[in-house]
Protein backbone atom coordinates (compact mmCIF):
# COMPACT_ATOMS: atom_id res chain seq x y z
CA UNK A 1 0.00 0.00 0.00
CA UNK A 2 2.83 2.46 0.86
CA UNK A 3 4.12 1.49 -2.88
CA UNK A 4 1.25 2.26 -4.14
CA UNK A 5 0.52 5.85 -2.79
CA UNK A 6 4.33 7.17 -2.90
CA UNK A 7 5.10 5.79 -6.46
CA UNK A 8 1.83 4.93 -8.32
CA UNK A 9 -0.95 6.67 -9.85
CA UNK A 10 -4.13 7.61 -8.37
CA UNK A 11 -5.96 4.69 -10.22
CA UNK A 12 -3.37 2.30 -9.11
CA UNK A 13 -4.36 3.44 -5.72
CA UNK A 14 -8.38 3.25 -6.47
CA UNK A 15 -7.52 -0.56 -8.12
CA UNK A 16 -5.66 -1.70 -4.97
CA UNK A 17 -8.60 -0.37 -2.34
CA UNK A 18 -11.00 -1.94 -4.97
CA UNK A 19 -9.67 -5.32 -4.00
CA UNK A 20 -9.72 -4.66 -0.78
CA UNK A 21 -13.32 -3.39 -0.98
CA UNK A 22 -14.70 -6.54 -3.00
CA UNK A 23 -12.73 -8.67 -0.04
CA UNK A 24 -14.10 -6.64 3.00
CA UNK A 25 -17.57 -6.52 1.87
CA UNK A 26 -18.03 -10.18 1.31
CA UNK A 27 -16.52 -10.94 4.66
CA UNK A 28 -19.30 -8.23 6.16
CA UNK A 29 -21.62 -10.23 4.35
CA UNK A 30 -20.43 -13.47 5.56
CA UNK A 31 -20.71 -12.75 8.67
CA UNK A 32 -24.12 -10.61 8.38
CA UNK A 33 -25.88 -12.98 6.28
CA UNK A 34 -23.68 -16.44 6.31
CA UNK A 35 -26.82 -18.04 4.19
CA UNK A 36 -27.00 -15.54 1.79
CA UNK A 37 -23.26 -14.63 1.43
CA UNK A 38 -22.90 -16.11 -1.97
CA UNK A 39 -25.78 -14.74 -4.48
CA UNK A 40 -24.31 -11.05 -2.54
CA UNK A 41 -21.40 -11.49 -4.25
CA UNK A 42 -22.30 -9.08 -7.26
CA UNK A 43 -22.90 -6.44 -4.53
CA UNK A 44 -19.25 -7.01 -3.59
CA UNK A 45 -18.21 -6.31 -7.05
CA UNK A 46 -20.26 -3.36 -7.51
CA UNK A 47 -19.24 -1.88 -4.21
CA UNK A 48 -15.28 -2.27 -5.53
CA UNK A 49 -16.21 -0.36 -9.03
CA UNK A 50 -17.50 2.85 -6.29
CA UNK A 51 -13.72 3.50 -5.77
CA UNK A 52 -13.45 4.73 -9.02
CA UNK A 53 -15.96 7.33 -9.53
CA UNK A 54 -13.71 10.15 -7.47
CA UNK A 55 -10.85 9.30 -9.85
CA UNK A 56 -13.43 11.01 -12.63
CA UNK A 57 -13.96 13.98 -10.70
CA UNK A 58 -17.33 14.21 -11.20
CA UNK A 59 -19.24 14.19 -7.41
CA UNK A 60 -23.06 13.40 -8.96
CA UNK A 61 -21.11 9.59 -10.20
CA UNK A 62 -20.18 8.99 -6.76
CA UNK A 63 -24.05 9.94 -5.15
CA UNK A 64 -25.18 7.78 -8.24
CA UNK A 65 -23.23 4.87 -7.24
CA UNK A 66 -25.36 4.86 -3.84
CA UNK A 67 -28.33 5.39 -5.53
CA UNK A 68 -27.68 2.47 -7.91
CA UNK A 69 -26.36 0.23 -4.97
CA UNK A 70 -30.02 0.69 -3.27
CA UNK A 71 -31.56 0.42 -5.88
CA UNK A 72 -29.64 -3.24 -6.77
CA UNK A 73 -30.07 -3.84 -3.56
CA UNK A 74 -34.02 -3.37 -3.61
CA UNK A 75 -34.79 -5.40 -6.57
CA UNK A 76 -32.44 -8.47 -5.70
CA UNK A 77 -35.06 -8.66 -1.81
CA UNK A 78 -37.86 -7.75 -4.03
CA UNK A 79 -37.88 -10.56 -6.50
CA UNK A 80 -35.79 -13.71 -4.71
CA UNK A 81 -38.02 -13.43 -1.54
CA UNK A 82 -37.26 -16.06 1.02
CA UNK A 83 -38.83 -14.88 4.29
CA UNK A 84 -41.23 -11.86 4.37
CA UNK A 85 -39.95 -10.94 7.92
CA UNK A 86 -36.31 -10.44 7.59
CA UNK A 87 -36.53 -8.55 4.39
CA UNK A 88 -36.47 -5.25 6.04
CA UNK A 89 -33.34 -6.25 8.06
CA UNK A 90 -31.59 -8.21 5.30
CA UNK A 91 -31.70 -4.97 3.14
CA UNK A 92 -30.32 -2.50 6.20
CA UNK A 93 -27.56 -5.20 6.52
CA UNK A 94 -26.48 -5.11 2.97
CA UNK A 95 -26.80 -0.95 3.09
CA UNK A 96 -25.19 -1.03 5.87
CA UNK A 97 -22.36 -2.91 4.02
CA UNK A 98 -22.21 -1.05 1.33
CA UNK A 99 -21.96 2.66 3.76
CA UNK A 100 -19.39 0.66 5.88
CA UNK A 101 -16.79 -0.55 3.45
CA UNK A 102 -16.50 1.08 -0.13
CA UNK A 103 -18.31 4.06 0.44
CA UNK A 104 -15.56 5.20 3.38
CA UNK A 105 -13.15 3.92 1.62
CA UNK A 106 -13.93 5.93 -1.46
CA UNK A 107 -12.59 8.83 1.10
CA UNK A 108 -9.15 7.27 1.14
CA UNK A 109 -8.82 7.70 -2.98
CA UNK A 110 -10.57 11.42 -2.97
CA UNK A 111 -8.13 12.05 -0.18
CA UNK A 112 -5.49 10.86 -3.16
CA UNK A 113 -6.39 13.40 -5.05
CA UNK A 114 -6.03 16.14 -3.08
CA UNK A 115 -3.20 18.92 -3.61
CA UNK A 116 0.22 16.51 -1.03
CA UNK A 117 -2.89 13.83 -1.10
CA UNK A 118 -0.16 10.96 -0.93
CA UNK A 119 1.01 13.32 2.43
CA UNK A 120 -2.36 13.14 3.87
CA UNK A 121 -2.71 9.17 3.17
CA UNK A 122 1.19 8.20 4.93
CA UNK A 123 -0.33 10.41 7.97
CA UNK A 124 -3.25 8.70 8.76
CA UNK A 125 -1.30 4.93 8.45
CA UNK A 126 1.11 6.83 10.75
CA UNK A 127 -1.48 7.85 13.22
CA UNK A 128 -3.07 4.47 12.93
CA UNK A 129 -0.24 2.61 13.16
CA UNK A 130 1.95 4.53 16.34
CA UNK A 131 -1.91 4.49 18.04
CA UNK A 132 -2.33 1.05 18.00
CA UNK A 133 1.38 0.07 18.79
CA UNK A 134 1.32 2.51 21.31
CA UNK A 135 -1.68 1.28 23.06
CA UNK A 136 -0.62 -2.18 22.98
CA UNK A 137 2.05 -2.15 24.80
CA UNK A 138 0.88 0.45 27.23
CA UNK A 139 -2.26 -1.15 27.95
CA UNK A 140 0.09 -4.19 28.34
CA UNK A 141 2.08 -2.61 30.58
CA UNK A 142 -0.09 -0.58 33.14
CA UNK A 143 -3.35 -1.06 31.73
CA UNK A 144 -6.28 -1.89 34.44
CA UNK A 145 -9.39 0.19 33.95
CA UNK A 146 -11.37 -1.80 31.15
CA UNK A 147 -12.34 1.02 28.38
CA UNK A 148 -15.48 -1.25 27.02
CA UNK A 149 -15.13 -4.68 28.11
CA UNK A 150 -18.93 -5.09 26.72
CA UNK A 151 -17.35 -4.57 23.09
CA UNK A 152 -13.45 -5.88 23.57
CA UNK A 153 -12.59 -7.00 27.00
CA UNK A 154 -8.93 -6.30 26.71
CA UNK A 155 -8.61 -3.04 25.91
CA UNK A 156 -7.97 -0.49 28.84
CA UNK A 157 -8.56 3.39 29.29
CA UNK A 158 -4.86 3.69 29.89
CA UNK A 159 -3.95 2.12 26.49
CA UNK A 160 -6.21 4.07 24.73
CA UNK A 161 -5.14 7.40 26.07
CA UNK A 162 -1.10 6.20 25.05
CA UNK A 163 -2.85 5.14 22.20
CA UNK A 164 -3.27 9.02 21.06
CA UNK A 165 0.09 9.89 22.55
CA UNK A 166 1.63 7.46 20.21
CA UNK A 167 -0.96 9.23 17.70
CA UNK A 168 0.47 12.62 18.56
CA UNK A 169 4.38 11.31 18.17
CA UNK A 170 3.27 9.81 14.82
CA UNK A 171 1.87 13.28 13.43
CA UNK A 172 4.85 15.15 15.11
CA UNK A 173 7.38 12.18 13.11
CA UNK A 174 5.16 13.20 9.81
CA UNK A 175 6.08 16.88 10.22
CA UNK A 176 9.66 16.44 10.79
CA UNK A 177 9.94 14.27 7.92
CA UNK A 178 7.56 14.98 4.82
CA UNK A 179 5.04 17.02 6.10
CA UNK A 180 6.37 19.85 6.62
CA UNK A 181 3.43 22.33 6.06
CA UNK A 182 1.40 21.01 8.87
CA UNK A 183 1.57 23.10 11.67
CA UNK A 184 1.63 22.12 15.41
CA UNK A 185 -1.99 23.24 16.38
CA UNK A 186 -2.77 20.70 12.85
CA UNK A 187 -0.65 18.05 14.39
CA UNK A 188 -2.72 18.22 17.43
CA UNK A 189 -5.99 18.28 16.27
CA UNK A 190 -5.33 15.41 13.68
CA UNK A 191 -3.56 13.27 16.39
CA UNK A 192 -6.76 13.84 18.81
CA UNK A 193 -8.98 13.77 15.43
CA UNK A 194 -7.91 10.75 13.79
CA UNK A 195 -6.14 8.58 16.46
CA UNK A 196 -9.35 9.16 18.34
CA UNK A 197 -11.64 7.47 15.13
CA UNK A 198 -9.37 5.07 14.94
CA UNK A 199 -9.90 3.61 18.15
CA UNK A 200 -13.52 3.80 17.87
CA UNK A 201 -13.10 2.21 14.02
CA UNK A 202 -11.77 -0.56 16.11
CA UNK A 203 -14.31 -0.91 18.23
CA UNK A 204 -17.31 -0.94 16.04
CA UNK A 205 -15.57 -3.42 14.16
CA UNK A 206 -15.30 -5.52 17.44
CA UNK A 207 -19.13 -4.61 18.17
CA UNK A 208 -20.46 -5.69 15.00
CA UNK A 209 -18.32 -9.36 15.44
CA UNK A 210 -19.45 -9.85 18.64
CA UNK A 211 -23.61 -8.88 17.51
CA UNK A 212 -22.28 -11.34 14.29
CA UNK A 213 -21.09 -14.37 16.88
CA UNK A 214 -17.71 -14.23 15.09
CA UNK A 215 -14.15 -13.76 16.34
CA UNK A 216 -12.34 -12.60 13.49
CA UNK A 217 -13.99 -10.92 9.99
CA UNK A 218 -12.31 -13.78 8.18
CA UNK A 219 -9.22 -16.05 7.65
CA UNK A 220 -7.73 -14.07 4.83
CA UNK A 221 -4.55 -13.19 6.36
CA UNK A 222 -3.57 -16.06 9.21
CA UNK A 223 -3.30 -14.75 12.73
CA UNK A 224 -4.33 -11.38 11.88
CA UNK A 225 -8.15 -12.21 10.69
CA UNK A 226 -9.31 -10.75 7.79
CA UNK A 227 -9.05 -7.24 5.03
CA UNK A 228 -11.59 -5.45 8.06
CA UNK A 229 -9.87 -6.74 10.75
CA UNK A 230 -6.48 -4.69 9.20
CA UNK A 231 -8.58 -2.00 8.06
CA UNK A 232 -11.30 -1.58 10.88
CA UNK A 233 -9.00 1.95 12.23
CA UNK A 234 -8.43 2.96 9.05
CA UNK A 235 -12.22 2.62 7.27
CA UNK A 236 -13.77 4.96 10.10
CA UNK A 237 -11.04 7.62 9.98
CA UNK A 238 -10.85 8.02 6.20
CA UNK A 239 -13.86 10.44 6.10
CA UNK A 240 -12.30 12.10 8.82
CA UNK A 241 -8.55 12.34 7.86
CA UNK A 242 -10.59 13.59 4.27
CA UNK A 243 -12.77 16.44 5.88
CA UNK A 244 -10.29 17.48 8.28
CA UNK A 245 -7.60 18.55 5.10
CA UNK A 246 -10.30 20.09 3.12
CA UNK A 247 -12.04 22.26 5.92
CA UNK A 248 -9.87 22.41 8.91
CA UNK A 249 -6.73 22.02 7.37
CA UNK A 250 -4.48 25.63 8.47
CA UNK A 251 -7.61 26.71 9.56
CA UNK A 252 -6.30 27.72 13.30
CA UNK A 253 -2.64 28.16 12.36
Keep these: MILTI???????????LSLFSAVGLQEFFAMA????KGELLPFALYGALVLFTPLLLDGRLFIMAGAGFFLLAAFHFLFRLRDLETVARDVGLVLTG???VPFLLAHLVM????????????????????????????GSAIGKHRLYPAVSPKKSIEGALGG????????????????????????VLAALLMGITG????????LLKRSFGVKDSGTLLPGHGGVLD????????????YYFAIYLFGRFS
Excluded at 33 to 36: A, K, N, Q, S
Excluded at 113 to 138: C, E, Q, R
Excluded at 199 to 206: I, K, P
Excluded at 231 to 241: E, G, K, N, Q
Design 6 to 16: VKGEPWHFALL
Design 33 to 36: LPDR
Design 98 to 100: YLY
Design 111 to 138: LRLLPDGSSWLLLLMLIVMTNDTAAYYI
Design 164 to 187: LLGSLGGTLLAKFTFFGSLSYVDA
Design 199 to 206: QLGDLFES
Design 230 to 241: RLDSIILAAPVT
